[in-house]
């Protein structure tokens, strides 16, 4: 039986925020990871995957729970772990082999041993010729080599790696995954497992065995699918764009929060994806115009559009009931075809009817309007409140994209230099 390599165990994280003490960003993760596996950690901006990798590496302790490496709790960092960051984190002022030799700083190795090794693993990443060369001198590409091989260096049972593509050109980027791909297929490193943070699904498809899909506020194990590919994959195949479309549509479904007490339930602000109203109305009609059913995989392909700007468009049209999504296809709504096919007086009445409808803090953010006799009220006001919900960037996020769709449902207006909200019709 394949060994079990890491176990999350009812892993809690909690953090205190600006305005909120202890705020819950992790609930229950229970995860393993055995011998010889590859997984990719996906989940919308902010769920908490940076977070995961590094309760892992033992460099953020959970608040409730606990990792056991090789069947033993890690107590402080883990010495089993090698992690590659999307920013490589390389020291500008040292070699390439100075930063790769780094990784074995606390080794209790001899200097011509260290040497040995590293030499041997800059061999291996590809940089053979670079020992001596800066960070500065490199490309992307190449610098995030010498992050993984500050990894590799370790002969790390496991190597975490946060984004570790994302911040490279597609072609790099491709470059790299089947390097890197040909050196864990291959056994050509020592390393047991690898645990990849994507936002990219293809990516996850491409290179794992398993994709780990996370919800958000607070993050949870929503998805555990099986990637049963022989490597190397072909992105064409159906079986390949069928997982891809699964994540998809796992990632895409909107999350239907328990039901808790009455009470409970208006004390809650739901979180508003942040799309300006501009950008909904251009989705909308290329939904429109692509016919009835848009493969979301393909859409986002077309659109060039990452997966974490991607995702809060199709949670918005979704939130607003323009949209649905099932199977990762995306579909009008009755509303929704009516608001592509409107004028735009017409579309600004469907806009309203559908925020009011469906975004309960827009509808009090109106009554508090009416409510005040000067119908005025400082955006200040409603920062506040978002502030017991939200941390504070976000809060203000949040009400900046209200008013955007306030504003374009000509329901509110909005007053830049004084920061003041106030009804639409009350404008003199
Ligand atoms: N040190 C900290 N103190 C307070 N809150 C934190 C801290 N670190 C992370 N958080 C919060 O925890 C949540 C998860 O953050 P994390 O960076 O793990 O998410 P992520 O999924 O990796 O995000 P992204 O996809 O944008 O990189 C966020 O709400 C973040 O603001």
Redesign the pocket.
């Known amino acids: 039986m394949t060994k079990v390599l890491i176990e999350l165990k009812q892993i809690s994280k909690r953090?205190?925020?600006p305005k909120q003490a202890n705020v819950s960003?992790m609930e229950d993760i229970n995860i393993n990871i055995k011998e010889g596996e590859l997984v990719s950690i996906l989940?919308?901006?902010?769920?908490?995957?940076?977070?995961?990798l590094r309760i892992i590496a033992g460099l953020v302790p959970p608040s409730q729970g606990t990792v056991l490496y090789n069947g033993r709790e890690i107590a402080g960092t883990n010495p089993g772990v090698g992690m590659v960051f999307q920013s490589f984190a390389l020291f500008p002022w040292l070699t390439v082999l100075e930063n790769v030799k780094l990784g074995l700083e606390n080794k209790p190795l001899r200097e011509a041993d260290k040497m040995r090794k590293a030499l041997s693993v800059i061999d291996m990443i590809g940089l053979d010729g670079f020992e001596g060369a800066y960070p500065k001198e490199l490309s992307g590409g190449m610098r995030q080599r010498v992050g993984i091989g500050r990894a590799l260096v370790m002969e790390p049972d496991i190597l975490l790696m946060d984004?570790p593509f994302s911040a490279l050109d597609v072609l790099t980027a491709e470059n790299l995954k089947r390097d890197l791909l040909e050196l864990w297929t291959e056994k050509q490193i020592p390393t047991k497992c690898i645990i990849m943070?994507t936002?990219s699904i293809e990516e996850a498809v491409y290179m794992s065995d398993r994709a780990i899909v996370?919800s958000r506020d607070p993050?949870r194990v929503i998805s555990d699918i099986p990637i049963p590919m022989a490597h190397w994959r072909d992105k064409q195949d159906p079986q390949f764009t069928s997982l891809v479309d699964q994540i998809y549509s796992i990632l895409t479904q909107r999350e239907v929060k328990p039901a808790g007490p009455a009470e409970e339930k208006q004390n809650t602000i739901e979180k508003i994806p942040p799309v300006p109203a501009g950008a909904l109305t251009g989705f909308i009609e290329l939904i429109d115009d692509l016919g009835q059913q848009v493969d979301l995989y393909k859409l986002a392909d077309q659109l060039s559009l990452k997966l974490?700007d991607f995702l809060p468009i199709v949670e918005a049209v979704e939130m607003l009931q323009f949209a649905t999504v099932l199977h990762g296809d995306i579909e009008l709504t009755e509303p929704g075809r009516q608001f592509a096919n409107a004028s735009v007086l017409f579309r600004k009445e469907i806009f309203k009817d559908q925020v009011l409808e469906h975004v309960p803090i827009m509808e009090k953010i109106i009554w508090i309007l009416q409510s005040k006799s000067n119908n005025k009220m400082e955006g200040a006001f409603f920062v506040e409140i978002f502030e017991k919900h939200f941390?504070a960037e976000e809060a203000a996020l949040q009400l900046d994209i209200l008013i955007d769709w306030g504003r374009y449902a000509e329901l509110i207006a909005y007053d830049k230099k004084a920061k003041v909200l106030y009804l639409e019709n009350d404008s003199d």
């Not at 989940?43 to 995961?52: A, E, F, R, Y």
């Open positions: 953090y205190d925020q960003i989940g919308p901006s902010g769920s908490g995957k940076s977070t995961l984004e943070v936002h996370l993050a974490e941390e």
